[in-house]
């Protein structure tokens, strides 16, 4: 009998030392990854295209263990959002109610959530998202979208969520004759008319501009 409590002991002793040990390794590999300025290791998942420049800057988007809110993303991306189609003033209105149930459009992060798995352009939902509002619009009433698929409008290149100015009809007549490929490929100018007299500045941290903490 006392032979078995000694060998429960060494056991429960042995399980203890390698907890601790676990601990050790891990609160070093933590301040390593801080001192050695790699926060990467910390991500839980892949990083949109256009936020890969922030992943060494936590701070920049996240407030604490909080989510990140409409406000931090409005830092950087406020300009874009001037003339957006789908901004969250319109949904306020109790007349798009039944909408914001099928889809949450007053929270960035519903449509840009981080660090899962993107679809493209920094988007997490499936390509058919607009379904979820213009189905019936788009699949019985417009005889010009008789065929679409129901990812269409995000894979033909038509539509925008938060800028319709890329849908120019004028645009089509003018080159519906035209070949699939010019021989010269060129990017038409573009001007955008902002209120905004600066542009915002985004809050990059020290620990991104200078490698502190």
């Known amino acids: 009998m006392a032979r078995s409590f000694k060998q429960r002991l060494g056991r429960l ?7 601790v040990l676990a601990l050790v390794l891990l609160l070093m590999w933590v301040s390593a990854a ?24 936590c701070a920049s988007c996240h407030e604490g263990f909080k989510p990140v809110s409409n406000e931090n993303c409005t830092r950087c991306h406020q300009a874009e ?12 209105d109790p007349r798009w109610a039944e909408y914001r149930e099928r889809v949450d459009v007053l929270t960035c992060t519903a449509c840009h959530n981080e660090h899962v798995h993107m679809f493209d352009r920094g988007v997490n939902l499936q390509p058919d998202l607009c379904m979820a ?14 065929g679409f698929a129901a990812d269409g ?10 800028d319709h ?9 003018q080159n519906m004759g035209a070949p699939s490929m010019l021989p010269v490929q060129e990017v038409p ?5 902002t209120s905004l007299e600066t542009a915002p500045t985004p809050d990059l941290q020290k620990e991104f ?5």
């Open 165 to 173: 100015r890329t849908i120019s009809t004028g645009f089509l007549r």
């Open 209 to 213: 501009l200078g490698g502190g903490s």
């Open 153 to 162: 409008c995000w894979t033909a290149g038509c539509h925008n969520y938060h």
């Open 13 to 19: 002793l042995s399980l203890r030392t390698g907890i």
């Open 81 to 92: 959002l001037v003339d957006d189609v789908h901004g969250t003033k319109k949904f306020r």
């Open 34 to 57: 801080f001192a050695l300025d790699q926060k990467q290791v910390f991500l839980p998942g892949e990083t949109s295209e256009g936020h890969h420049v922030f992943e060494a800057s």
């Open 189 to 193: 100018d573009r001007v955008v008319a």
């Open 133 to 146: 509002c213009h189905e019936e619009l788009t699949l019985t009433q417009l005889k010009s979208h008789e």
